[in-house]
Every structure is written in C-alpha cells, then in structure tokens.
C-alpha cells in the first residue's frame, strides 16, 4: 500500500488506504468570500487564524491555505498567510494556488514537507510546478484535466493521472508524493458525477496505486440540506478507496460522517475515537421543525429493533 | 440487472441495482419493547398503528411486521399485524418471524406480494419456508447462516447465500424473488464486519446477481450516536451495491443518507426528491453543545470554498 507522508515542524501526517481519513480544512479560501479577501489584501490576517484554529479543533488534520485575490500581490499574502497559520497550529499544509510564483513563495517559508495544490496534465503546468516540488521535497495534489479540459470519460481522467504520475517519475518525484484528485463535478448538474468517481477512485486504488483527495464540498453545489449529501458522497467515496479531502469540517454532519467511515473501514481500533469524541453527543436533529419526522413519531423511537439475529435484546 | 418486485394490494415496489434503495421500517417489532409486546399480546394494536403510519410518513417505502412476543400466540398476532397494517397503509411489507407457522399465519392474510422474512441455510428452515415462499407466490430474504452459525468468512456466508439460492431454484423460486441478507455484525464487537459486508455485497451484486438488503441498526449496537454510524454504514452500503435495508426511519440523519445515496448512485433524477424533500431544511445540528463545533467558528461558516474547480464564485 502506498503512504504519502506529508509534515509540519513537529507534526506527520500520513495518507494511506490502510490510514484514517484525512480531513483537509478548505476554509482558509478568499474565493467567493469578499471580506476575507478585502481583509487579507489589507495584511489583516485575524479571520484566518480564527479560521485555521477553528477547523483543527474542528477536526482537521490538514489545512488548506489559499490567497486567491484578484489584483493582490498574491505570492506575498499566500507566504504570510503559511506563515501565521503555522506560528498558531501544528498540523501540515497544503499550499493551494493556481499561480505559481505564490506556489513557490509559500513553498519558500514553510516548514515541515507540505503539500502543493497542484499541478493538473496541462504540459505548462507540469514543467513549471512539478520541478518546484522536487526542489523543496514537498507532495503535491494532481487534478485529472489537461489542456482539453475535464472529461466526463472517467477513464480519460484516469489517463491524466497517469501521465502526471509519470512525468513525475521522470523529475524524480515518487508516485508516493502524488495524491490524485479524480475531480468532483456537482451531482446536481451532472447525476452521473458520483459513478464517475466511484469508477476512478477504484482504478487510481488498484491499478495506479495512488492516494487521492478531491475538493468535496463541490459535489452538493446548488443543492438544499448540501452537507447531507456532502456526508454521504465522502462515505461512499471513503469506501471506493478516497484517502483524503478538502472539506468543510465546521459541518458536524460531514466529520461525523468521516469518522465513521474511519469506523467502518476498520481504520479506528475499537472504535474508541468515535467513542470519546461522541460518548455525550446528542443525535443531530434538524434545527427546525421543516426537516423533522412527525412529533408524536420522534417521541416513541427506539434504535435496534433488527438487531435480533446477532444479539438478544439489549 | 435483477430486479425483485413487491407489492400490496395498490402498490408496487421495485428492489434493484438500478432503482432507488428501499428503506424497509424495522419498528413494529416487539424485541427489547416490553410496552408494544404487553400491548400486541393483550390484543391492543394502537402503538403498531402509529408506527406503521409515522414510518412511511418518515419516508418508509415497506414495513417489517414482526410479532414475536415470548408465550404469546404468534400466528395470530401476526396475522392480525398484517391485516391491521395492510388496511391503514399501502406500502408492501415484510412479513417476519422465526416461527414458520407465523409466517404462514401472514402469508394467509396478506394482500399483495410480501417479502417473507426469512429463511436460512439450515437443512429444516429451508424445507419449510420455500415450499410456502413457493405457495403464495412470495420473495424470501435469506440469511447468509447456516447450522455451523454465522462465519466470520465472508466468502463462506456467501456460499450458503449460493445454496440457498440453488435450493430455492428446485421448489421453483426464481433468484429475483431471493433478497440476501449478508448479515451486519456490530462493528463495535468486530472492527472488521464493514470490510466483510463490503466484500460481500461486492461478489453478491457481481456474482450470484441478486438484491440484497439487512438488518441496518446492528452495526452501530453497542456505540454512542449509532445514527451516524448507521448513516455512513448505509452511504457505504448503497455504494458496494445493497439495494434495500431493515433501518430505523424515524432518525432523519439515516434516511437522509439514504436519500443522498440515491443522488449519488444517479437513482434520483435531476435530484428531484431530494430537492423536494428537502429544499427549506434547515442543518442537521447537535441538539445540545457537547458535539458542536466551537460557537464562533460555527456562526463564520459557509460551505464550498473549494469549487473553484469545477464553477466560479457563488
């Protein structure tokens, strides 16, 4: 089995099929969010360590740090940025942008063996970033497009991957550094989107061998009740053979859910941190009564009622 | 694909890898309910009532009806069972016991095609059960035990699943009117029995090719907020190919995964039931503080930051 091991100063985190889940928190991410931008653009930085310490208590193993801003120096903001967030937090990063002048300024400051998000098949990219992680020994996250876009083929997906694999190789940088992100399209837009993943999930685990992460959050986009269906795509896809995400790990619905395909996977022995972390917890209840099964129903529930053919009654 | 159909007098319900999971209700059963089995036993069927209707309410497409109550006259409670919830719903049910005479009580009265819940691989049950599966024209699940017990091997559960299978096919029950239950283990107990299902349910949908379903509330026996393990046990479930289960309905954290599930097997067209189901619902919270997410980290929250991939700014 393949582990990409990826690390802070004083901390190691491990991908592997036969490890638990890693939970990425996405949240440090100005994209779409006007006053975190406007903030960082102006070298407040109080949002983000709010943000980081908020998803490691969360749960988060790793952090993802992106400064994304329009017009922002970028390659400045994303170096202070990785800089601040691992002054306050021990978990390893993963250093996210789509230019690569910042890729190599946060790569420049950051302490440990992180992880670069990313390179994709398009030839410019791979020649330009891929020889940046070589250099600073880091891992980095390999997104299945190239130049002709994403297919919906998954198996042209798959494809990509490999050949990111191997011109990796040819860096020099081992198939255990790629994580491969197969590409989550929203189940709104495309319904095929969760078989597709499912399909490259299980080949990029038994024919190329490689970790894989994916931006989970994209799969709900433009659906009600999205962390529902957020818990139930990383369950499933946990199952097919996904070792890692960028997610949301402030909904309680979607960690819980991560936790428990650690459980079911066998990856949490004796079940005993889904124990302490929910020995007091109540069950999630919708926060108002639109979701809700009929009162009187609620009142008289029981769990377990099947549980016979194993067990006597409790 | 095999598709195995149910029904009541008014409707049909379709089992299938192609078609949407069916959620069986587990409640109107008197194991481990002292009240409902008083209740049932003195004649007063007021409690099965409301569970029947607060279960499909809850999104139930069939009911188990169980009457097993200790010295109790079985037959007859289980006959009145099925009647009293046959005229108060039109959903299909399961009509379960370990007592053949009650099964065949059931059978007597029901209007429509039952699931007969169930038959094993042990020599005598299989004697007794399928000829009256045979009689009433019924589909049968069948437990992957038999006389040794249940095996921790999953491949050896799937040979009495085959026999059974074979064995049905002399009295003249064709493989679609067989539902196979690979049996869910507690995974508290056996921190293996999710990887044992999985492989199960693999080789059951690709090699024997028959529907399947089980007793979904084992799993979690024994561990604290067993509703999302249950939930992420379904998820997963539904993505190695279980196409219906005996589950609590009234926890809307696990139908919910269930529904989500269809959306991500693209059973659910254009997302259409759960957009309707689903559209004004508010998140699923911890109904008290001990598993919630910091105060201040959960009021900054927003979801999706890393869709930039696939789709621009919200």
Redesign the interface.
Known sequence: MTDTVVSSQTREVVLGLERPFVMIG??I?P???KILAAEMAAGNFS?VE??A???V??GAHML?VNA?IPLADEPAILARAVQLVQSITDVPLSIDSSIVKALEAGLAVYKGKPLVNSVTGEEERLESVLPLVKKYGAAVVA?SNDETG?SEDPDVRFEVARKIVNRAADHGIPRSDIVVDP??????AI??A??QV?HLLNRLKHELKVNTTC???????G???????S???L??A???GLTSA????????IV??C???D????H????AR??K????????????A?????E???R????????????G??
């Open positions: 996405e949240r991410n994209t779409g969010r949002r709010a943000d310490l908020a998803q208590t969360a993802d994304g997104i994403i590409l989550v399209m929203p189940i709104g319904n095929q969760g078989r499912m931006g989970a959050s994209n799969v709900s986009f659906l009600p009740a999205r962390e529902g269906i818990a139930t795509f369950s499933m946990i199952g097919a960028i997610m949301n790990p402030m909904h309680l619905e819980r859910a936790m428990a395909a459980v079911m996977m066998g949490d022995a004796d079940c889904w124990i972390r929910f020995r007091e917890a109540p069950p999630l209840q919708a926060s108002g639109a979701a809700s099964a009929p009187g129903a609620a008289g529930r029981r769990e377990g009622g099947h549980r016979r053919r194993a067990q009654p409790v």
